[in-house]
């Protein structure tokens, strides 16, 4: 077994987040195995920058796990016991990025995970200690003899053509025991490439993806509305089954994939779900003026929950806390809310002396309505200062562009003006006029060409 990171290895970034988690060394399996595509696509992601890749690795598995076990403690009753739970079958669960976080809510002999990857299912088995099956590219060629109080599926149903989204629905909800709960995540229209526009029916696949080895004809990208889920399900459990209750949680993973969850019984009341979401954070300016002073500005909201602060962090030492409550009408629009109008923050952070810009690490927590801290942001100061200026001169190439566009139809629509004007009645009438003029002797004949 090859490893891209082991659990002895030193990344400052990792460290702290699991401090943050309150995870002492060991506590979760921090092995990521050499064939983890995850870990490639984030370091693409990151211009192969390792800490980074690590720290997002790591953070998106916790916070992907940390979602999940949210809506399980709804569903088994108990904050912090899941003892209910006899069996969970993580589905497509890759090399274990949010199984290792998921054994600390459910006890690993009581998980199984299933993927494509053998040698996935092979690597979880043996560092966590969950049970592995073999998972098949079609519906139909899955066996699996268990049976499962709940099933989580994240990063599957975004990637499967129209046919295979349905079947694998039939084929999970057969895995499902009375009383149970199937979550899986999908791809909403939001988050669809620009120009880019939703058919109909509420269905696009495209035969692209991240994944290196699985065929895009298989494996591509799919993003779904709600109406086709809805009758997606309906097809998979069939005429004759007594109907499932479905209830979608928007863009709950990441702020990226909706999450909808399915349970086998009609007219499930899901309003005593208090779902709190994953907070979005953007450094809009980071300067660091001539005193030694660190000034931050931007915005944080979240879609279900809320947000009440942004902590600055170097090393361990907070540097400062910035009320989110400065007003953002573009951010209000964007989320499609008055909520969150209040949504903007500013910080003002004095660095200690001798500080390095290069290597002490910068951490950005947003604190939840709920008190709970998220890490959303990590790296060095001077991290932070370059990602800034790359995000201005993004801006900027974004208004110059606005601007050429603006100026390119105008230039058009002047010169449809002028063609228009031309070819009038008035016009050629003014032409014939200016060349008898010229032939007369009263002008030039350079008039009439005007």
Not at 170 to 182: D, K
Not at 332 to 348: D, E, I, K, M
């Amino acid at each position: 077994m090859t490893l891209a990171f082991r659990p002895d290895e030193s990344n400052t970034r990792v460290s702290l987040l699991l401090a943050d988690l309150g995870l002492a060394p060991g506590e979760v399996d921090l092995a990521v195995d050499a064939r983890d595509e995850m870990l490639e696509f984030l370091l693409k992601a990151h211009r192969g920058d390792r800490d980074s890749a690590l720290f997002q690795y790591f953070r998106s598995g916790e916070s992907i796990a940390g979602s999940l076990v949210q809506v399980l403690r709804w569903r088994f009753g108990g904050v912090s016991d899941l003892g209910r739970i006899q069996s969970l079958l993580d589905f497509a669960s890759g090399y274990g990025r949010v199984t290792r976080f998921l054994v600390r809510a459910v006890p690993s002999t009581r998980v199984w995970v299933a993927d494509v990857y053998a040698e996935g299912v092979r690597f979880q088995a043996e560092r966590l200690g969950v049970h592995g099956v073999v998972s098949a590219i079609r519906p139909e060629d899955f066996v699996c003899a268990e049976r499962f109080d709940a099933i989580l599926v994240t990063s599957l149903f975004t990637h499967l053509p129209e046919e295979r989204f349905v079947a694998w629905l039939r084929v999970l909800l057969g895995l499902l025991n009375p009383g149970g709960l199937l979550a899986f995540s999908a791809h909403p229209p939001e988050v669809l490439p620009a120009g880019v526009e939703m058919p109909a029916n509420g269905f696009l696949f495209a035969p692209i993806s991240e994944s290196g080895s699985l065929d895009t004809c298989d494996y591509g990208s799919t993003w779904v509305t709600a109406d086709f889920v809805r009758s997606a399900l309906e097809r998979a459990t069939g005429p004759e089954a007594p109907g499932a209750s479905l209830h979608r949680i928007e863009r709950a993973l990441c702020n990226f994939q909706d999450l909808y969850l399915v349970v086998p019984e009609p007219g499930m009341d899901f309003s005593s779900l208090a779902f709190q979401g994953e907070p979005q954070l953007f450094v809009e300016r980071a300067v660091l003026d001539s005193s030694g002073r660190l000034e931050l500005a931007g915005w944080t909201a979240v879609r279900n929950g809320s947000v009440r602060e942004v902590e600055v962090w170097l090393d361990a030492e907070r540097l400062g806390t910035a009320p989110v409550d400065g007003e953002r009408g573009d951010v209000a629009v964007f989320f499609g809310g008055p909520c969150h109008l209040r949504s903007g923050w500013t910080c003002s952070c004095e660095l200690p002396a001798g500080v390095s810009r290069s290597s002490a690490a910068l951490r950005l927590r947003v604190v939840d309505g709920g008190d709970r801290g998220h890490v959303l942001w990590a790296g060095s100061i001077a991290d932070l200062l370059l990602a800034a200026c790359r995000l201005e001169t993004e801006q900027l190439r974004s208004w110059l562009r606005q601007v050429r566009a603006a100026l390119a139809e105008e230039r058009a629509r002047h010169k449809s003006e002028v063609a228009a004007m031309r070819a009038s009645r008035f016009w050629k009438l003014r032409n014939v006029w200016f060349r008898f003029k010229a032939k007369v002797g009263w002008a030039d004949a350079a008039e009439a060409d005007e």
